[in-house]
Nanobody, 115 residues
Framework: QVQLVESGGGLVQPGGSLRLSCAAS????????MGWYRQAPGKQRELVAA???????NYADSVKGRFTISINSAKNTVYLQMNSLKPEDTAVYYC?????????WGQGTQVTVSS
């Protein structure tokens, strides 16, 4: 079992920044993929960014150049730095951990971009 605890969401004005954190605990393996997904009201959950245990990253086109995913392997914590936020970034953001056929989700953290 893997437990994921997210933090860092909140309300921010357009153009502002937020940093999300996701701390993983439990049966963490050396090879894995961690990622951030988001789900806006009435929409499907979508991948925002992902990072592998060897540091490879992948981003949704809509956030490239604005968001940065990073990982502190020693702390089993993944971060999502979000800059130049737009109203359309408003969603519940979920942390995900994948290892083989196993997939775990955090409880989600709300990000609201509004003036």
């Amino acid at each position: 079992q893997v437990q994921l605890v997210e933090s860092g969401g909140g309300l921010v004005q357009p153009g502002g920044s937020l940093r999300l954190s996701c701390a993983a605990s439990g049966s963490i393996f050396r090879i894995y993929v961690m990622g951030w997904y988001r789900q806006a009201p009435g929409k499907q959950r979508e991948l925002v960014a992902a990072i592998t245990s060897d540091g490879s990253t992948n981003y949704a086109d809509s956030v490239k150049g604005r968001f940065t995913i990073s990982i502190n392997s020693a702390k089993n914590t993944v971060y999502l730095q979000m800059n130049s936020l737009k109203p359309e970034d408003t969603a519940v953001y979920y942390c995900n951990y994948k290892m083989g056929s196993y997939s775990y989700w955090g409880q989600g953290t709300q990000v609201t971009v509004s003036s």
